[in-house]
């Protein structure tokens, strides 16, 4: 990578925790939210690491995002859990819901973990992982800001709405699937803008609906869906669970993740947690006996994979992040003055 610097995890971490703390983020939420930045980038998911920080942080002296945030969360049934993020980060938020989900499903069998009034919640698979690494399975749902149109139509109206599962194995790490409903999470795309790059074809439209390789473009217009007509409904049902259900704001009514203009985006979250319980065993044995057979076929691979080989690099290498994001860093450490 050109013009990139190598930062240790322990060294990008502490950075990180530092300037949101310079700029009134509350120790409590700073070290998760620095914990889940720095978890992206090393997992290769740069749209949800380093290129968040100045957007986070300009959210946070904007008002926007509740450094101060307090997190309640309280049971509306023996086995479903509603926390309240109170605008400020998903983060911290979203270690409380599945705490307290993960649990309830250890005794209950199972538990739904509901999150609203929260903000931008990166890659999911470090969310459903906390729960594979607990022996349980994990699914997670999340709305975000309008990204994606109703097929057919060219004016966006569900987010990119990502959807991620975890399962727990016998002698590996967790099997963890993670996709965006956009052909690619549109982190992405305002990665490609800030680091000065065009996009390829295929993954937006612009405001007339035309393909567009131009990062501003595709931000301004609409991201592509996987799978066409498929991809959308997909995008609803997500939209359904994160927001009827759990109580986030509609996309289509959500202010952006990226700018520190307008209120709070107030999104959604949901997850799912299922113990095998006495099944586990046999549940466990079964799941290594597919994902053999699909590692034995020639040229297979495991989802998560590339995940996993790119966060072993980083903790043997450090991670290589694009200079002007560590650039940033003196001016994100002085407050602004109001």
């Not at 700073?30 to 914990?35: E, F, G, T």
């Not at 704001?249 to 799912?272: C, E, H, N, Y």
Request: aromatic share 6%; charged share 20%.
């Amino acid at each position: 990578m050109e013009n990139a610097v190598r930062i240790s995890i322990a060294d990008a971490q502490e950075l990180i925790v530092s300037l949101l703390q310079a700029n009134g983020v509350s120790d409590d939420c700073a070290v998760p939210v620095a914990a889940a930045l720095v978890a992206a980038e090393a997992e290769g998911q740069v749209g949800h690491g380093f290129s968040r920080l100045d957007d986070y942080i300009a959210q946070v002296r904007s008002g926007k995002i509740n450094a101060q945030a307090k997190i309640t969360s309280r049971l509306t049934s023996q086995t479903s859990v509603l926390t309240n993020a109170d605008c400020g980060f998903a983060y911290p938020a979203l270690d409380r819901a599945i705490e307290w989900g993960a649990k309830i499903a250890k005794t209950q069998g199972t538990s739904t973990m509901s999150v609203f009034n929260s903000h931008h919640c990166g890659a999911l698979s470090l969310q459903v992982e906390k729960l594979a690494q607990q022996g349980l399975v994990g699914i997670m749902m999340a709305n975000a800001p309008k990204a994606i149109a109703p097929w057919g139509a060219k004016v966006p109206v569900f987010g990119t709405n990502p959807i991620a599962f975890a399962a727990p194995r016998k002698n590996n790490a967790p099997l963890v699937i993670d996709l965006s409903l956009s052909k690619v999470a549109r982190g992405k795309v305002m990665h490609a803008k800030k680091t000065g790059r065009q996009i390829p074809e295929g993954w937006a439209l612009n405001r007339a609906g035309q393909p567009t390789t131009t990062a501003q473009d595709a931000l301004d217009g609409s991201m592509l869906p996987i799978g066409g007509a498929k991809g959308t409904s997909l995008a609803l049902m997500v939209e359904i669970m994160a927001t009827a259900f759990a109580g986030g704001m509609f996309s289509k009514d959500a202010s952006s993740f990226f700018t520190p203009d307008d209120s709070a985006p107030r999104v959604g979250q949901f997850l799912i947690a299922i113990n095998p319980g006495q099944h586990a065993g046999p549940f466990l044995d079964r799941l290594e006996e597919l994902l053999d057979h699909i590692t034995q076929l020639d040229g297979a691979r495991l989802p998560g994979e590339r995940r996993l080989e790119c966060r072993q690099n980083a903790r043997e290498r450090g991670l290589l992040v694009p200079s002007q994001y560590l650039r940033s860093a003196e001016s994100l450490a002085t407050p602004s003055v109001p």
